[in-house]
C-alpha cells in the first residue's frame, strides 16, 4: 500500500533552516507528482510546493517562493523541501502528498515551529 512518511520537522528559531524529508513506498514513486501542503492551527490545509515527476517543473505558493525549494530524488524514493530564511509564519504542521487518479494520499505530517 502508498506509504508516506515525513521527517525532518523541529523547533528553529526565525531565519533558521530545515530539510524535510519524505519517504515514500507502495507505487512507482519516479511517475508521479509530489506536493508539500501545510496546515497551522485554525487554518486551512494550503499548498506550498509541487513538483513534477521528471522534477523539471515546480510550483510555490507565493508566501514561501525564493525560501523554499521543493526536489525529489527518484533513486531513493525520497521528497524533499528545503525551509530557509524561516519565519514565525511558516509553523505548522507539513504534510506530503500525491494522487493517483482520483485517490489522494497524505503522510502523517511533521510539525515546524518557527519561534525565538
Known amino acids: 500500500q502508498v506509504q508516506l512518511v515525513e521527517s525532518g520537522g523541529g523547533l528553529v528559531q526565525p531565519g533558521g533552516s530545515l530539510r524535510l524529508s519524505c519517504a515514500a513506498s507502495?507505487?512507482?514513486?519516479?511517475?508521479?507528482?509530489m506536493s508539500w501542503y501545510r496546515q497551522a492551527p485554525g487554518n486551512e490545509r494550503e499548498l506550498v510546493a509541487r513538483?513534477?515527476?521528471?522534477?523539471?517543473?515546480?510550483n510555490y505558493a507565493d508566501s514561501v517562493k525564493g525560501r523554499f525549494t521543493i526536489s525529489r530524488d527518484n533513486a531513493k524514493n525520497t521528497l524533499y523541501l528545503q525551509m530557509n530564511s524561516l519565519k514565525p509564519e511558516d509553523t505548522a504542521v507539513y504534510y506530503c502528498?500525491?494522487?493517483?487518479?482520483?485517490?489522494?494520499?497524505w503522510g502523517q505530517g511533521t510539525q515546524v515551529t518557527v519561534s525565538s
Open positions: 502528498y500525491t494522487r493517483d487518479g482520483g485517490r489522494s494520499y
Open positions: 507502495g507505487f512507482t514513486f519516479s511517475g508521479y507528482a
Open positions: 513538483i513534477n515527476w521528471l522534477a523539471g517543473s515546480t
